[in-house]
T-cell receptor, first 115, second 113 residues
């Protein structure tokens, strides 16, 4: 069975500081990994995804994530936080060869950005 | 292209009633997935439809059902509503042929009183 653990339900950073949101996954087969962002009263927007190939994945809005198989991690980073980054972030996993339709999500991390 | 649309955006029902939510995918997308989002349980997969057939199903009771039409539009139905069904219901569409990106709609917020 697959699962996702996001460490820290709330993370607060100052504007301009490094953003680090942690995600660890459990999967008995090679996973596909995703980060989504959700702004208040909106749906989910894909930030980036890892399928195969390069383990460092760059996404939108300056975010990137690195797939580390040995650590079963897929942490999301951004060098310099902006006020507009305040939102809830979800890490998700799906099974290679399976339909992406059944994504398994972590509980989410709310990011606050202080001026 | 227009994004994924969901109607209605907000809904208030009482216990025991039933409700139907609608999702129109992005033009050309054949896969539609439904998710339930609650503060306690987070985001949980309900089911996925592809070419009018249910392709995957999550762990929800039979009160939750769905269908997909030939134009890929999808509906989900919840019968005999319970207080715990109050949630944001999200629909996502994709081409459906592989591991392509899922695009989410804004959701329907259901409140059961």
């Amino acid at each position: 069975a697959q699962s996702v653990t996001q460490l820290g339900s709330h993370v607060s950073v100052s504007e301009g500081a490094l953003v680090l949101l942690r995600c660890n996954y459990s999967s008995s087969v090679p996973p596909y990994l995703f980060w989504y962002v959700q702004y208040p009263n909106q749906g989910l927007q894909l930030l980036l995804k890892y399928t195969t190939g390069a383990t460092l994945v760059k996404g939108i809005n300056g975010f990137e994530a690195e797939f580390k198989k040995s650590e079963t991690s897929f942490h999301l980073t951004k060098p310099s936080a902006h006020m507009s980054d305040a939102a809830e972030y979800f890490c998700a996993v799906s099974r290679i060869g399976g339909s992406q339709g059944n994504l398994i999500f972590g509980k989410g991390t709310k990011l606050s950005v202080k001026p | 292209k227009a994004g994924v649309t969901q109607t209605p955006r907000y809904l208030i029902k009482t216990r025991g009633q039933q409700v139907t939510l609608s999702c129109s995918p992005i033009s050309g997308h054949r896969s539609v997935s439904w998710y339930q989002q609650t503060p306690g349980q987070g985001l949980q997969f309900l089911f996925e439809y592809f070419s009018e057939t249910q392709r995957n199903k999550g762990n929800f009771p039979g009160r939750f059902s769905g269908r997909q039409f030939s134009n890929s539009r999808s509906e989900m139905n919840v019968s005999t509503l319970e207080l715990g069904d109050s949630a944001l219901y999200l629909c996502a569409s994709s081409l459906g042929s592989g591991q392509e990106t899922q695009y989410f709609g804004p959701g329907t917020r259901l409140l059961v009183l």
